[in-house]
């Protein structure tokens, strides 16, 4: 049994909705993979942070934040550590960083990332900052300590859109991705579609745990566009920067403007997408109307969907969960597994158990 000591940056949504998975899963986990989850220590701005080599019981940290909103009182050795100190002193396998996303710097997930890989542990992360901004240098990094780097969370949650693209339909040859990437978007403007005002469905989405801390990186296109330059960066060898993506969001969009969509069969869709072409690529973030027979009409709620255009295989349409929090806080769990599976003890546990 093989198992992993867990430090979690950021208890909101994500990290709690892990604890969930850990504390329900972790014997089948041990079973089917031969691996432990323990969280060693969680630290968050807000709600406290605590620390416990043996192991934090992630009942106790669920009910406490349930009763309390907080871990202040959560009986632990350790308490109130900053993040770096954390990483630092926590003897941690894995960083788990599930902290605000900030597109303009990364930080201080970068810093926390860095702090990470350079004192050798391996690094899982949600947060869409430091991938979008500066991921060929923290995959080198990564390499040069010999650890790896997990962002299945960063796109479409728990839906495993990057192990797909990354794992197999890189030597297809992937020319064009495209697809509704954010969550929030598509549960609003679902929404309005059945008569909710922008407003009331915004406050919904973000009460379903689906929107960032600020909400303006979704409904403006910003959470989307990061997603594309991920995707184009990671698995169609770009080098896109944010500001190569033509981004317009849905803020703009009216009721009005969705029942005349739905008077002629038409559905408001926020689509993201990038495409190579012979002299470099395009990519834009935009809202489309498309008709009842196109694919992505039906796509509902927080639910994503993303088409991956290849010169071997045509086109390939993964759908699932894009946003919430047990969904995303089973991306963690899918890079902790592909972050196992490179190990050498899996390969021999797979010899021994078969
Ligand atoms: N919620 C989703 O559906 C979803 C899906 C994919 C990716 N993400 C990303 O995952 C991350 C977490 O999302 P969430 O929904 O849990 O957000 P959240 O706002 O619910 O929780 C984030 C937590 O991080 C804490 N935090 C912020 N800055 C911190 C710092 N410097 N040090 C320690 N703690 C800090 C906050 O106090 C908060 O409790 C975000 O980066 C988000 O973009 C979220
Ligand atoms: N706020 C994001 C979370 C998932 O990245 C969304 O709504 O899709």
């Not at 796109?155 to 197999?168: A, E, N, Q």
């Not at 969960?321 to 546990?349: N, Q």
Request: proline share 3%; charged share 20%.
């Amino acid at each position: 049994m093989k198992k992993y000591k867990l430090a979690i940056i950021g208890f909101g949504n994500v990290g709690q909705g892990l604890a969930k998975i850990i504390r329900d899963k972790n014997e089948l986990l041990s079973k089917k993979f031969g691996i432990e989850l323990s969280i060693v220590a969680v630290c968050d701005l807000y709600k406290g942070s605590i620390a416990n080599s043996s192991g934090l019981d992630p009942e106790i940290l669920l009910s406490d934040i349930e009763k309390y909103g907080d871990l202040k009182s959560t009986s632990a050795p350790i308490t109130g550590w900053n993040a770096i100190e954390m990483i630092d002193n926590s003897g941690a396998d894995i960083l788990i960083e599930l902290a605000f996303t900030d597109l303009k710097t990364g930080e201080p997930a970068l810093s926390h990332v860095k702090r990470a890989l350079n004192n050798g542990m391996h690094v899982s992360m949600t947060n869409k900052g430091p991938v979008a901004l500066h991921f060929p240098e923290l995959h080198k990094l990564a390499s040069s300590k010999n650890v790896q780097i997990g962002i299945e969370g960063t796109v479409m949650s728990g839906t495993p859109s990057i192990h797909l693209g990354k794992g197999m339909l890189l030597a297809a040859g992937i020319t064009k991705i495209q697809g509704i990437l954010n969550g929030t978007t598509n549960y609003i403007l679902g929404e309005m579609s059945t008569g909710a005002d922008y407003e009331v469905a915004l406050k919904k989405a973000q009460e379903l745990g689906y929107a960032e801390a600020d909400p303006t990186g979704d409904v403006e296109g910003h959470d989307t566009a990061a997603k594309v330059v991920i995707l184009g960066n990671l698995l169609m060898d770009l080098s896109l920067t944010l500001d190569d993506i033509d981004r317009t969001g849905i803020s703009h969009i009216t009721n009005v403007d969705i029942s005349n969509a739905t008077k002629s069969n038409k559905y408001w869709k926020l689509i993201g997408s990038v495409q190579k072409r012979d002299t470099g690529f395009i990519a834009s973030v935009k809202p489309e109307m498309v008709s009842s027979d196109h694919p992505l009409a039906f796509i509902n709620g927080a639910t994503n969907a993303i088409t991956y255009s290849t010169e071997l295989l045509g086109d390939i349409t993964l759908i699932g969960p894009g946003a919430g929090g047990m969904e995303t806080g089973y991306a963690v769990i899918e890079d902790i597994l592909s972050i196992h599976r490179s190990a050498p003890a899996y390969r021999e546990y797979r010899l021994n158990s078969q």
